[in-house]
T-cell receptor, first 114, second 115 residues
Framework: DAGVIQSPRHEVTEMGQEVTLRCKPI?????LFWYRQTMMRGLELLIY????????DSGMPEDRFSAKMPNASFSTLKIQPSEPRDSAVYFC????????????FGPGTRLTVL | AQSVTQLDSQVPVFEEAPVELRCNYS??????LFWYVQYPNQGLQLLLK??????LVKGINGFEAEFNKSQTSFHLRKPSVHISDTAEYFC?????????????FGAGTILRVKS
């Protein structure tokens, strides 16, 4: 298996534009997490899914952020409209039931909002 | 609430010297403990984990960690570091009773290995 795949790896956009980040999880891993990492705030959990259903979205900063998991092979994190303070590295991670919550991370998407 | 404290934000060390990165967590009945490493411009990669059994666990790249229940600590050690160990290291705790399937991460420790 190729591991967690994220795209794009880098995204530069202008304030006000819509941004969509994508994640392809490892097959058979039924929990998917979206994190944001910044120098100021460190690693923050935004939302996580179990079997494609959102379980906890308490970390989503505001209504401009939304996440979906239409099937077990794909998830998106959307920011609309984007703002400069959204600039960060966004990670997708997965785990599976019985794995003691050991998570496998993707390589991340570095987002820059100008 | 579960919390994870990494006592040092940065640790500078010379190549071939030993290093210890400290991690303390708030007490709970049953926790699982992890150390992750993040190299520049990469995702987090698992170094090692403690689930049960022997309190000394060995991981990749020559790292090891010791679970100390009475001290609620899980310090990471390496007897001789290399330049390539320069990275950020994160301690993480899984507390299924309190946090379900989430991991609680420490703030990270940047290890800088100097020649």
């Amino acid at each position: 298996d190729a591991g967690v795949i994220q795209s794009p790896r880098h995204e530069v956009t202008e304030m006000g534009q819509e941004v969509t980040l994508r994640c392809k999880p490892i097959s058979g891993h039924d929990y998917l997490f979206w994190y944001r990492q910044t120098m100021m705030r460190g690693l923050e959990l935004l939302i996580y899914f179990n079997n494609n259903v959102p379980i906890d979205d308490s970390g989503m900063p505001e209504d401009r952020f939304s996440a979906k998991m239409p099937n077990a092979s794909f998830s998106t994190l959307k920011i609309q409209p984007s703002e400069p303070r959204d600039s960060a590295v966004y990670f997708c991670a997965v785990t599976k039931q019985g794995a003691y919550n050991e998570q496998f991370f993707g390589p991340g998407t570095r987002l820059t909002v100008l | 609430a579960q919390s994870v404290t990494q006592l040092d934000s940065q640790v500078p060390v010379f190549e071939e010297a030993p290093v210890e990165l400290r991690c303390n967590y708030s007490s709970s009945v049953s926790v699982y403990l992890f150390w992750y490493v993040q190299y520049p411009n990469q995702g987090l990669q698992l170094l090692l984990k403690y689930l049960s059994g022997s309190t000394l666990v060995k991981g990749i790249n020559g790292f090891e960690a010791e679970f100390n229940k009475s001290q609620t600590s899980f310090h990471l050690r390496k007897p001789s570091v290399h330049i390539s160990d320069t990275a950020e290291y994160f301690c993480a705790v899984s507390d299924p009773v309190e946090y379900g399937n989430k991991l609680v991460f420490g703030a990270g420790t940047i290890l800088r290995v100097k020649s």
